[in-house]
């Protein structure tokens, strides 16, 4: 009897967690943001509070790039105040996307830069 019980248990633990990673997974939405020589092609945006991942396109840079997001205010030189969930995964080489973590987004200002190819540091995403 212990046993039908723990295995009842299990079969409603794991349906719950699959519906839950499925809720979890369609409120994510996706910014694309394309990097040319120098800038991105995108220099604000608009956006509401939520959970977003970044996917960074290479777009004939001619070598890797990157992803940094910080919210505005913050000394952007400092590691710490990035948001290293938007970090791509890995970076983005000639002609290619790569994503970045889920990363919750919060009422407010955010800049976004490439440190691998030096683009402008007043590229905003606002979340209202």
Known sequence: MKSILAA???????AFSANAQDKMEKDVKTIALEQTPGE????S??????????NI????VGHDVGFVLVKKGEDISKPENHIQTAY???VV????TQSS???????GEYVYFCPMNPTATDNT???Q
């Not at 945006?45 to 970044?54: E, H, I």
């Not at 973590?101 to 009422?107: A, G, N, R, S, Y």
């Open 8 to 14: 009842v248990v299990l079969v409603f633990t794991l």
């Open 40 to 43: 991105f092609t995108q220099k």
């Open 45 to 54: 945006l608009t956006v509401s509070p939520g959970t977003y991942v970044f």
């Open 57 to 60: 396109v290479n777009k004939g």
């Open 88 to 90: 791509v995964t890995e």
């Open 93 to 96: 080489a000639t002609g290619k």
């Open 101 to 107: 973590k889920p990363t919750v987004l919060e009422t």
């Open 125 to 127: 995403i606002l979340v």
